[in-house]
């Protein structure tokens, strides 16, 4: 059972965490030209960078979000989130286009772990600390808007890493 006092937590922490799988899926089709280059893709290989975020978390959400109900949202979402995390540090550390593919199947995964229990985890937070049909209604329209933000947000928030990365690697 979720108190008043525990909401602005479970808020923050499914917002924060929640925004990042989006992000990740997108923002990665910004720096593709980069990914290109530094890995030497080509252009069936490229495909697979981001159509194989989109491919594992599509085809695990379903399942991972009836296996989060039976077995427990929160540990769905903890893990969601400590997969995910650890999956985009080898990504970052990955050598070979392969391993960088596979590491992109496991964020895809983490990822779908996050959001088929992030959005529940927080609807029901809010339901359970207030019975009143507004404050439901508040819990969507706050999952609306930090999913909204966070499509609007990847493009600039990209771009400029993307900008200050390729500024990196020109200057070595």
Excluded at 17 to 38: E, H, K, Q, Y
Excluded at 42 to 66: M, N
Excluded at 136 to 157: D, H, Q, R
């Amino acid at each position: 059972m979720t108190n008043k006092r525990k909401l602005p937590i479970v808020l923050l922490a499914t917002t924060l965490i929640s925004f990042t799988t989006p992000f990740m899926g997108s923002a990665v089709n910004i720096a593709l030209p980069m990914i290109a280059r530094d890995f030497s893709m080509t252009a069936l290989s490229l495909s697979w960078v981001a159509s194989a975020f989109l491919l594992a978390a599509s085809i695990t959400l379903v399942p991972l979000g009836r296996l989060a109900d039976i077995y427990g949202r929160k540990i769905f979402f903890r893990g969601g989130s400590v997969i995910f995390a650890l999956s985009s540090l080898l990504c970052i550390w990955s050598q070979t286009e392969s391993f960088f593919i596979a590491m992109r199947v496991v964020q895809g995964i983490g990822g779908a772990m996050i959001f088929s229990t992030g959005t529940v985890m927080l609807v029901f937070a809010w339901i359970i600390g207030d019975q009143s049909l507004t404050n439901e209604n508040s819990a969507f329209l706050i999952v609306s808007a930090k999913l909204i933000f966070g499509i609007l947000a990847i493009t600039c928030m990209a771009g400029v890493f993307a900008s200050l990365a390729r500024g990196r690697v020109h200057k070595q």
